[in-house]
């Protein structure tokens, strides 16, 4: 065995001194035998994919590559090794896809985002080319090859413009409702995303105005902060005004931790919610699942839990679905009868199930469908169809 060992570690130096003279074919052969011989040996299998890739012998240099990563599963190094001949053989989707989840496990893996730059420009993509290369080139500011890719990489979409509105189906005598917004989003700095909207909501034969502000900020590579404020002029079923702040830490490739803290004021009763939760993502899909308090200026305290799945079947096209169920405040009927200083809303179990669809048809066009049954306790039950559309420039 100890002899074996010995000739199998002079044969791997052959190898290695073959490749460093650019003798292909013959380092191929050599690690080819290694592998051969000891199948579970990662470093051969490593080598000789390597190896292959330079050949040109894509699909054999593939096949090796997966064999490193059943040997070593996750290994950055191999993931990137595989994405690369995949990217020289033409299979970008794959390749990007690879390079993504190895992103995620490192987020400062300096050749896995250039690599992921040049699969994005040569897929067309220029947003998400420069993004890769702005990371890459934040890690290695004197890198002169990444700030001429950074520059190449094309002009970036850095405004985008939604809108849409609901259209509201009760089971009561109530007129179809619905609602409208409108929202402008600006990148303003590398991490940084500031959004302003304007709502318009119609309900309980109510018209209700609300204009938000909304802040994004990539902390670090693992910490998403993000505040959000909105006020109602004349609020008559909403809040006058509501604001909070969440932050998402990504503790584990496979895992993020999240809070949120909020809170809504409304003429007589004032609302704070506190949600942790955590996000779970496995491939293509992502799971939310998040729960918590919400403290009342009236009311005892009740809560809230969610969940929210969500599936993205390709770069352009996801599907989401998702479940909430928690108390909230209402209006009292007849609340002009009751004594002064009564409270005039009082606590509903409500509960929401939505299922939806986003589909990006092209680099700056982009549409959303979802559909949402509410069950509020002993009020009402409603049927929304949503929609919406996205424009990046």
Avoid at 332 to 348: K, N
Avoid at 349 to 370: E, H, K, M, N
């Amino acid at each position: 065995m100890i002899l074996y060992l010995l000739i199998a570690a002079v044969t791997f130096e052959q190898g290695l001194q073959l490749k460093r003279e650019q003798k292909l074919p013959e380092a191929a052969q050599v690690f080819a035998e290694l592998v051969r011989a000891q199948p579970r040996d990662a470093a051969a299998a490593e080598q000789w994919a390597t190896v292959l890739g330079w050949l040109g012998r894509f699909d054999e240099s593939i096949a090796a590559w997966r064999h490193a990563l059943e040997l070593k599963p996750g290994e950055p190094d191999y993931a990137v090794g595989l994405a690369r001949v995949q990217y020289w053989k033409g299979e970008l989707q794959p390749a990007r896809e690879g390079l993504e989840k190895a992103v995620q496990a490192a987020p400062r893996d300096l050749d896995a985002l250039s690599l992921l730059g040049d699969v994005c420009t040569a897929a067309h993509d220029p947003d998400c080319a420069h993004s890769a290369y702005e990371r890459a080139h934040a890690l290695d500011p004197a890198n002169a090859d990444l700030a001429r890719k950074l520059a190449r990489a094309g002009p970036r979409q850095l405004h985008r413009l939604d809108a849409g509105g609901t259209l509201d189906q009760y089971n009561t005598a109530r007129d179809f409702e619905g609602s409208f917004f409108a929202q402008v989003s600006a990148q303003l700095a590398a991490g940084f995303v500031l959004s302003a909207g304007y709502e318009q909501l119609r309900q309980f034969g109510q018209v209700d105005h609300r204009v938000n502000l909304t802040a994004y900020l990539n902390a670090t590579d693992t910490l998403q902060l993000s505040a959000r404020v909105a006020v109602s002029p004349g609020a008559n079923t909403i809040a006058n005004w509501d604001a909070g702040v969440s932050a998402e830490q990504r503790v584990a490739s496979f895992a993020s931790a999240l809070l949120l803290l909020r809170h809504l004021d409304f003429s007589d009763n004032g609302v704070t919610i506190l949600g942790p939760g955590v996000r779970f993502l496995y491939g293509s899909f992502s799971l939310l699942l998040s729960g918590g308090p919400v403290f009342s200026s009236v009311f005892d305290t009740q809560a809230f839990g969610q969940g929210r799945l969500e599936w993205n079947a390709t770069d352009e096209l996801s599907f989401y679905g998702g479940y909430s169920r928690g108390g909230e405040a209402q209006h009292v009927a007849g609340a002009a009868l009751l004594p002064p200083g009564a409270p005039t809303t009082e606590i509903r179990t409500t509960s929401d199930a939505i299922f939806g669809a986003q589909w990006q048809f092209a680099p700056s066009f982009g549409v959303r469908l979802d559909y949402t049954h509410e069950v509020r306790q002993a009020t009402y039950t409603r049927n929304r169809l949503g929609s919406a559309f996205n424009y990046r420039f």
